[in-house]
């Protein structure tokens, strides 16, 4: 590999670099929004309930027609792709039992430390693997 050519990788390298270090810091604020939102003891944790509220609040409103599932033209309003994973059995349709068992998976993926609670930073910490463009 001739020297232009490595010139070329490390520049590309370090301009995705900032893009991925700008895309957080845009999203920090984001994050501890949503957090504060869904933390609704205001003690500082997401346990496992305060995110079952949210999930099954979000399912509600995504459920326009109040069947218990989403189909694809209800998934559409769900511009964070936030159950795009939930259809476990690909009959493009979410239950709100694959939305209960993608939440779980959801937290356990956040929950780092294993506490069985969610503290704001292992939120802000996980936000940017969910928001990467």
Same mark, same amino acid.
């Given at each position: 590999m001739k020297i232009g050519e490595k010139l070329i990788i490390f $520049? $590309?390298?370090?301009l995705l670099s900032c893009f991925n270090v700008f895309a957080q810091q845009i999203n920090m604020p984001a994050a501890a929004e949503q957090f504060q939102k869904m933390d609704i003891d205001k003690?500082?944790?997401?346990?496992?309930?305060?995110?079952?509220?949210?999930?099954a609040a979000r399912f509600n409103e995504l459920n326009k027609d109040k069947n218990d599932v989403l189909d694809q033209e209800e998934l559409k309003e769900?511009? %964070?792709r936030t159950f795009e994973k939930a259809d476990k059995d690909n009959d493009t349709k979410i239950s709100r039992q694959e939305a209960f068992t993608q939440f779980n998976d959801y937290f356990n993926k956040i929950d780092s430390d294993k506490d %069985? %609670?969610?503290?704001?930073?292992?939120? %802000?910490?996980?936000?940017?693997v969910e928001m990467k463009f």
């Amino acid at each position: 590999m001739k020297i232009g050519e490595k010139l070329i990788i490390f $520049c $590309c390298f370090i301009l995705l670099s900032c893009f991925n270090v700008f895309a957080q810091q845009i999203n920090m604020p984001a994050a501890a929004e949503q957090f504060q939102k869904m933390d609704i003891d205001k003690d500082g944790f997401l346990t496992p309930d305060e995110m079952q509220i949210h999930q099954a609040a979000r399912f509600n409103e995504l459920n326009k027609d109040k069947n218990d599932v989403l189909d694809q033209e209800e998934l559409k309003e769900d511009e %964070k792709r936030t159950f795009e994973k939930a259809d476990k059995d690909n009959d493009t349709k979410i239950s709100r039992q694959e939305a209960f068992t993608q939440f779980n998976d959801y937290f356990n993926k956040i929950d780092s430390d294993k506490d %069985k %609670k969610i503290s704001e930073n292992e939120f %802000k910490e996980y936000w940017p693997v969910e928001m990467k463009f």
